[in-house]
């Protein structure tokens, strides 16, 4: 059963406490509590952006998606989680399906701004890159579409822990190039990363269905809305990032450009050129061979081009 | 989930009385019932559908022959009110589903209903023919013209009885006033104006004038990033035609004087259900139950009633069913509903005064699994109810349903795994004189009486 809005729940510990608040660090309640928010999050989404319809969608269910989407937002960061939510980590479709072209350049459109809902309104743009552990842990998002790529029944944790540690790794590389982000930033890396390996990642038996889109909605956060409800493009949810300017300045990037052709909804939706970060996730499920943790993620060049070549569709 | 309300003195042991629309599995999506309403007097009761029909049933004369059988409804009249549109500029379909149906007082012999679907609202004029006139001179019965030159003689015509046929013309079409979805319409007591509310703007209209209407509320804001919540439902005090309340998703209820300005968004009061007044919620999935002894809790059984004695003076109070209330028994997360309605009746606590006599209110509200529910606010008690095909013998009592919500299952309960939250009861009415009670599951009107001893 699909809510939406502000959402009130029976709180199972509530046990007739009248106006017990259950706090989310409750201690064993609190991996639940997690998951069920995260659940609720994914769902939002989903609700929000997975629906296409013939009508005019009503506002009242995307202000109600909307508000709780800034609830769980505003949660995270009260709670002072270091692990900020990444929505499209480790997202690839298919390469070879009908979504993923579509989807590929709205992810990277996503790379110059971040994504939802970041818990970091700060600028930090390392952590916003980061894979929340909440979404390791649950499994939810990540894992749907490598069960759709590889087509296997359980989504394979292991997987994506090194793509944890890989941005941690990776990010400790960009900074001997680059100027080096706060100390702070990179012990925050470092937390998430051993927060992520502290919740062991659990299988997740719900998959939320067209899941490939869901890389989708971040761009369509941006252009659907301004489209149907006169909502101007500045971002709700999304800060500016300066990822790119930071880490791939000198990189070139000409054979990752896509063409704006793929909102399905007709905006224009700005491209910007698919970031390393980018594709350390997407290509982790595709790596055949098993990295272990706490090893740097070493791509191979040719593997790599040949997996961009299939991405651009060249 | 609509409110009704009902004079209940005691327990109401309530039976199936009828049930409308077919039993087919396949059923179209036009055939959902989506918006009921009796007319004042409870003798005809109006639903609209998906498909933009509304059908109107009314109740048979009661006959002495058969008093057990008290006044059924059978079908009146039924037309095609609303047709899927499509807006060009934005590529939108516009759905031709009835939102909401509301009566205007009877002053002669034909019945006068609105009826809106998202954008548009119609004033249908329903009338009953049983006579048609005969002998005309210049054309046939069959309505051919006559050869001028083969008229030998003049005759008058008359009138003859014919079958009775009841048939709806639209009187005003009142369009092109409404950027947001259309969900409530509100007869004003002065029988010249209605209101029309959307998402974020109340418009006040003329019957007679359909090219213009006025705004008098619009919360809509500067930047709509800032949207957190939309108008749920607007309603005109039954008697003061300055007065009217509206909701919003929130929470809230706004009570605004149409006399202190044009554009009434400054409302003279606001009052909160108890779950959005903390707005720092850190639980966003956790159902708090407002505390005992509150002026929100009168009903004790969790749901809030929220009584606004106005500062106007005005010793009327407005009853809304707060979201998410009605299901205590649900342990998971839980939909806003789409619809709340306001009713307004005498206040039973105006400004600490003593009420003699104070009215019974019962609520009753829908919920899953085709079980609605009923609460009393007097006795504070609560009955869950299901309509359900199973439960259609003829002056079958219903049954209380009860939801167990965790460990063991008695007998004849239902677990809550087990509830099918597909469907649905989000539509339902009551007679406004009468133990009479009309609920909308899907397709199916079910309409239920009280036990008559």
Not at chain 1, 7 to 20: P, Q
Not at chain 2, 85 to 100: G, H, Q
Not at chain 2, 240 to 246: G, L, S
């Amino acid at each position: 059963m699909l809510g939406k809005g502000g959402k009130r729940k029976f709180d199972e510990h509530e046990d007739g406490l009248e106006g017990k608040v259950v706090s989310p660090t409750d201690g064993p309640s609190k991996v639940s509590y997690t998951l069920q928010r995260q659940t609720i999050f994914n769902i939002s989404l989903m609700k929000l952006y997975n629906h296409r319809p013939l009508t005019e969608p009503s506002l009242q269910k995307t202000v109600l998606i909307n508000n709780m989407l800034r609830r769980i937002q505003e949660e995270l960061k009260q709670e002072g989680s270091l692990r900020p939510v990444f929505m499209t980590a480790s997202q690839p479709a298919d390469p070879l399906s009908d979504n993923f072209r579509e989807a590929q350049p709205a992810f990277s459109h996503l790379a110059s701004q971040p994504l939802l809902p970041t818990d970091f309104v700060s600028t930090t743009p390392l952590e916003s890159c980061l894979t929340p552990a909440s979404l390791l842990e649950d499994d939810t998002f990540c894992t749907s579409p490598a069960v759709q790529h590889d087509g296997p029944t359980k989504p394979p944790p292991p997987a994506l822990q090194p793509v944890k540690d890989s941005f941690s790794s990776a990010l400790d590389e960009i900074e001997e190039l680059c100027p080096a982000p706060t100390s702070a930033e990179a012990v925050a890396a470092e937390t998430a990363a051993d927060d992520a390996k502290d919740h062991p990642s659990e299988s997740n038996v719900q998959k939320p269905e067209g899941l490939p889109e869901s890389r989708t909605t971040e761009s369509k956060l941006m252009d659907s809305l301004p489209g149907n409800f006169e909502i101007t493009t500045s971002t709700g949810f999304l800060t500016d990032l300066t990822l790119d300017d930071i880490l791939f300045a000198d990189i070139d990037t000409s054979m990752y450009d896509f063409d704006p052709c793929t909102s399905a909804t007709g905006a224009a939706s700005k491209m910007a050129p698919v970031s390393a970060d980018e594709l350390l996730k997407t290509l982790a499920p595709y790596s055949s061979q098993p990295v272990t943790p706490n090893q740097p993620f070493k791509m191979d060049l040719t593997e790599l081009d040949h997996i961009m070549e299939v991405l651009v569709g060249s | 989930f609509l409110a009704g309300f009902g004079n209940l003195m005691q327990d109401v042991l309530w039976c199936f009385s009828q049930v409308k629309g077919t039993i087919d599995i396949g059923v179209t999506e036009a055939d959902i019932i989506s918006t009921v309403e009796f007319n004042h007097t409870g003798e005809l009761l109006a639903t609209g559908d998906k498909g933009g029909r509304v059908v109107i049933f009314q109740r048979e004369q009661e006959s002495k022959n058969q008093p057990h059988r008290r006044g059924e409804y059978n079908v009146y009249s039924t037309f095609q009110s609303h047709e899927p549109e499509f807006d060009y500029l934005k590529s939108l379909e516009i759905e031709e589903k009835i939102n909401k149906i509301r009566w205007l007082p009877q002053q002669n012999a034909a019945y006068f209903l609105l009826s809106t679907n998202d954008k548009t609202v119609k004033l249908w004029k329903v009338s009953e023919r049983d006579k048609r006139p005969e002998g005309y001179n210049l054309k046939d019965e069959d309505g051919r013209l006559r050869d001028p030159s083969m008229i030998t003689m003049l005759r008058v015509p008359v009138l003859r009885p014919m079958d009775l046929m009841v048939e709806a013309t639209p009187r005003r079409v009142f369009a092109n006033a409404h950027t947001y979805h259309i969900n409530s319409i509100s007869v004003n007591s002065d029988y010249e104006t209605y209101m029309s509310a959307d998402d974020l703007r109340i418009n006040l209209w003329n019957f007679e004038i359909t090219n213009q209407s006025f705004n008098i509320v619009d919360i809509k804001p500067a930047n709509m990033e800032e949207l957190t919540e939309v108008i749920t439902a607007a309603e005109f005090h039954p008697h003061h035609c300055n007065t009217f309340v509206y909701s919003s998703s929130k929470g809230t209820i706004r009570l605004c004087d149409m006399r202190t300005s044009a554009l009434c968004d400054r409302h003279a009061k606001c009052e909160y259900s108890p779950c959005q007044r903390d707005g720092r919620d850190r639980v966003p999935f956790g159902l708090k139950k407002p505390k005992k002894g509150s002026a929100e809790t009168d009903l004790g059984s969790g749901l809030p009633c929220h009584l606004a004695p106005s500062s106007l003076g005005l010793c009327w109070a407005v009853v809304l069913p707060a979201a998410g209330h009605s299901h205590g028994h649900l342990p998971s997360v839980l939909p806003v509903p789409e619809r709340s309605s306001f009713l307004w009746v005498p206040a039973l606590h105006p400004l600490g005064e003593h009420v003699k006599n104070p009215t019974v209110i019962v609520i009753m509200t829908g919920s899953y699994n085709n079980f609605f529910r009923m609460f009393d606010r007097n006795t504070k008690r609560d009955v869950t109810l299901e309509a359900s095909r199973e439960n259609s013998k003829p002056r079958a009592i219903l049954k209380p349903r009860k939801v167990c919500v965790g460990g063991k299952r008695r007998k004849d309960e239902i677990s809550v795994d087990s509830l099918d939250f597909s469907k649905k009861i989000l539509h339902t009415a009551w007679h406004p004189s009468e133990n009479i009670i009309a609920v909308a599951a899907t397709n199916n009107l079910y309409i239920f009486q009280d036990k008559v001893n």
